[in-house]
């Protein structure tokens, strides 16, 4: 007989209209069996009952629905940021927040490199960090005999000491865009976008994606899940060759692995055809723990990185349009072949113009194959209206909102990209959910720290760090928000049929929280206690 | 290390990019030539020009390669950069949607690249209809903004009226690029990979634009020979120093009648030969001239008459 355990929690919030709130849980062989009261374990015979979670609140396992798998990897380079963090292994590393303590960081992690290794260091957003901008003659206090990077939280940009700018070549006559300079002329350190980073990123060899490949990435991003409440997460841009695949396949079915694993096959460079072949032959090889057939499209760049492709009236200072990943008619062709081999698609739009593009793309491909039930998702969909909105309903089209651009972009937008009036209606959460659009709310991890109650309160607040409050009237719900970070978000990737809500016959996925979201106030949503998970019915908690 | 020359062939979708391409990888042009492609599909390569074929990177036997870009360009980028012997050149064929101002970047920042030009290539045919399209207008007007050299193809093909629109509207776009007529993308590949006048400066292209109503730009047309015959010295030194409507620059090198090879170069009014060791490939001339002055018919006439025939 397998082993019946009865959990009893201060609450659970179930997410299930028929029976919103608990007090019991009861798991066999990793799936939820009973919900309600101390009385549903009587039917089931045996059950051993288990009181450890009696002062916590056990809410659905958390869905993390646009991360990355380099999300715990990351931390292999020294954490510069300005927040505290908590790495994978639980060490806590309070934010910098002047050059003296980050210097003062850098320096004790130089002692333990080797003579001349250089050093690299991430999460630093200069947006939240005092005094002058940073440049290569603070990162020289730290060394000057080995290269220092600081790759910044955006990751659309370092800053160098000089001994990494003499190591890439770069000099007095260096002339490229994104190499800035200080008043007396000479280099800066600063190194803006790729094309400036890679000098430093190939002779350091240093590659972000190399990163997020391996075990120990797959081992890394399992516990920083587990400290966020989050039983399942994307890697929402996978390569996904064989030799990662036999990994991910291997790692994921260990008995003592905590995260269920959504990886997104990146087919952007691929022909149709080899795309959906490929989608196909991943997605046979699915497991539990593995989940694999969504496919990850690009179409444009960024709003703060004046890449988005947006509609008129466009950037605030007239910047010119942004890009296109592909040719529009290429990207029609891809679309069209995914959807007509049913595949789900997740895809990166981010200005209006590319999300009205995408949805007239689906559209057309429904045309063909008609269906409605595909859940394609809008990724980010930062700008969206209310007519993309209530078209995306109309085409069972979903929407993965980047709630956490309105608190660590919010300002800036409001100031530099698309003004105060577009910025109050980015990531139109309670538009989404009036046009009835299932709603999904993400971190983009690295992008933005891993942590789904954060977004949520985002959702909820939609401040920014100046205090400006970003389109009161797109605010949710305390309730909605976190309806968006379990069952949304499990529909959005269509699985919801397992997880994103606490009911029989669902796997048993809680988060494991320390207060209730329900009864503390709106505003201190992201401060309310992450005490672990409960996944597959295995406890995570410690 | 010195740096490896690069340039960026760009242009919008079916515009002509890939046959410019599979010229540059079969033109008898004796340089190790790398073109970085998206994908293999449209190349078209003779099955006997193909050396052997891996992965990501196609071997010619004319020591010319083609690498796709794969997953990630800068990782392309630095497979070909870690390259021994390294090419001699890199030529970056671009999406139909980059921005060559953003893909230029990359060799201007990184020393051991050296940006010499980007060509643009719009086609006679389609161009006006593309510029129309609301997502994709503003993306071709950019990439016009930052050509040194625009190629034009299917001006065979294309009606008068259309070649003239687009004559308008690269003049208009592009003022100060040079112009190429290209059917079928036979332009001597020297002509393409010469440095380029660099126009990755923009600020904005279209604030330029207003400025320009006059064409700084000029029109030109080639001219290719490539085989084995000899040349009699004193009726090349003749063609050197000829009136040739039209003529830009005319270069090549070829064998002469005393079996010695001789390296040749003419630019406007200055004209040069010398004797240099024998060449791999066959002998090779090239030449430019402006369009509608130039006529390569008549320049192949001349240069029947210099090769030794006898």
Not at chain 1, 444 to 462: K, Y
Not at chain 1, 481 to 491: F, K, N, S
Request: proline fraction near 5%.
């Amino acid at each position: 007989m397998a082993d019946t355990v009865l959990y009893s929690a201060r609450r659970i919030i179930t997410m299930e209209p028929t029976q919103p709130h608990a007090t019991h849980v009861l798991v066999r062989e990793g799936r939820i069996l009973g919900v309600g009261g101390p009385e549903i374990a009587a039917p089931w015979g045996t059950v051993r009952h288990d009181d450890r979670f009696r002062d916590a609140v056990l809410l659905p396992g958390f869905v993390e629905a646009h991360s990355h798998m380099m999300t715990g990897a990351l931390w292999e380079y020294l954490y510069c940021g300005n927040v505290d963090r908590l790495d994978p292994d639980g060490t806590l590393w309070p934010g910098v927040t002047t050059v003296d303590e980050m210097i003062g960081r850098m320096q004790a992690a130089i002692a333990r490199l080797p003579a001349g290794a250089p050093l690299v260091c991430w999460g630093f957003d200069p947006l939240f960090f005092e005094g002058d901008r940073l440049n290569r003659l603070h990162l020289d206090r730290a060394a000057t005999d080995r290269p220092v990077v600081v790759i910044h939280q955006s990751f659309h940009l370092m800053t160098v000491n000089s001994a990494a700018l003499d190591m890439a070549g770069y000099g007095p006559d260096t002339n490229a865009e994104g190499v800035p300079r200080l008043p007396d002329g000479s280099l800066m350190g600063e190194l803006q976008e790729m094309a400036a980073m890679f000098p430093v990123m190939r002779r350091l060899n240093l590659s972000l994606q190399d990163l997020s490949r391996g075990e120990r990435a797959m081992v890394q991003f399992g516990k920083a899940a587990v400290q966020t409440g989050v039983t399942t997460a994307t890697d929402l841009y996978a390569e996904l060759d064989d030799t990662e695949l036999d990994t991910l396949l291997s790692v994921t079915a260990r008995a003592d692995y905590p995260l269920r694993i959504v990886p997104a096959l990146g087919v952007i460079g691929m022909e149709p055809e080899t795309a959906v072949a490929r989608a196909l032959a991943v997605r046979a090889r699915s497991t539990d723990m593995l989940r694999m057939g969504i496919c990850k499209v690009m179409t444009d760049g960024s709003i703060q990185g004046f890449t988005a492709r947006m509609n008129w009236p466009g950037y605030l200072g007239g910047q010119p349009n942004g890009i296109w990943n592909l040719e529009p008619a290429r990207l029609k062709s891809l679309i069209a072949a995914l959807h007509g081999a049913g595949l789900n698609m997740q895809l990166h739009t981010n200005g209006d113009e590319a999300s009205g593009f995408v949805l007239d793309a689906i559209e057309e491909a429904m045309w063909t194959h008609p269906t409605g039930d595909s859940r394609h998702t809008l990724q980010h969909c930062q700008m969206a209206g209310e007519d993309q909105f209530h078209r995306a309903a109309r085409l069972g089209v979903c929407v993965n909102l980047f709630a956490n651009h309105l608190w660590y972009y919010g300002d800036a937008h409001c100031d530099f990209t698309v003004g105060p009036d577009r910025a109050a209606r980015m990531n139109a959460c309670r538009s989404a959910l009036d046009n009835g659009v299932t709603l999904a709310i993400h971190s983009d991890s690295p992008v933005t720290p891993l942590g789904p109650l954060h977004v949520a309160w985002c959702a909820v607040n939609r401040i920014t760090p100046k205090g400006r409050v970003l389109g009161a009237n797109q605010r949710l719900s305390v309730l909605e928000a976190l309806h968006a970070i379990t069952l949304g978000a499990a529909r959005t990737l269509k699985l919801d049929r397992d997880i994103g809500s606490i009911t029989p016959g669902k796997c048993a996925d809680f988060a494991v929280l320390g207060d209730d979201p329900l009864t503390r106030a709106p505003e201190d949503l992201r401060d309310i206690p992450v005490l672990g998970t409960v996944q597959g019915g295995r406890v995570f908690v410690k | 290390m010195t740096a490896i020359p690069v340039t960026l062939i760009s242009g919008y979708l079916g515009a002509g990019k890939t046959t410019v391409v599979n010229h540059i990888l079969s033109d008898q042009h004796g340089r190790r030539i790398c073109v970085l492609v998206n994908d293999f599909g449209e190349i078209a390569l003779d099955a006997d020009l193909i050396d052997n074929r891996t992965g990501d990177t196609v071997a010619l036997s004319n020591g010319c390669m083609c690498c796709t870009i794969g997953n990630d360009f800068y990782s392309a980028i630095d497979r070909i950069l870690r390259m021994s012997p390294r090419p001699e050149h890199l030529v970056i064929e671009t999406s139909g949607v980059a921005d060559p101002f953003k893909v230029g970047q990359i060799a201007l920042a990184e020393p051991e690249m050296d940006l010499r030009g980007v060509i643009v290539v719009v086609d006679a045919v389609n161009f006006a209809n593309a510029m129309t399209d609301p997502f994709l207008g503003d993306t071709l007007r950019n990439q016009l903004a930052t050509a040194g050299l625009v190629l034009i193809t299917k001006s065979d093909i294309a009606s008068p009226g259309a070649l003239k629109s687009l004559r308008v509207t690269v003049a208009t776009l592009a003022p100060e690029a040079l112009r190429m007529v290209a059917d079928h993308g036979r332009v001597p590949s020297e002509l393409l990979l010469d440095p380029l006048p660099l126009r990755l400066k923009r600020s904005d292209p279209h604030a330029h634009a207003q400025d320009h109503d006059h064409d700084h730009g000029a029109e030109y047309r080639g001219w290719v020979w490539t085989g084995s015959a000899r040349a009699d010295s004193a009726a090349l030194d003749r063609l050197l120093g000829a009136d040739i409507a039209g003529l830009y620059r005319l270069k090549g090198l070829v064998q002469t009648e005393d079996g010695g090879w001789n390296a040749f170069h003419r630019a406007g009014l200055h004209a040069e030969r010398r004797a240099v060791d024998p060449p791999h490939g066959q002998g090779r001339a090239v030449a430019v001239g402006l369009a509608g002055h130039f006529d390569p018919a008549e320049l192949q006439s001349a240069w029947d008459r210099v090769l030794d025939h006898g």
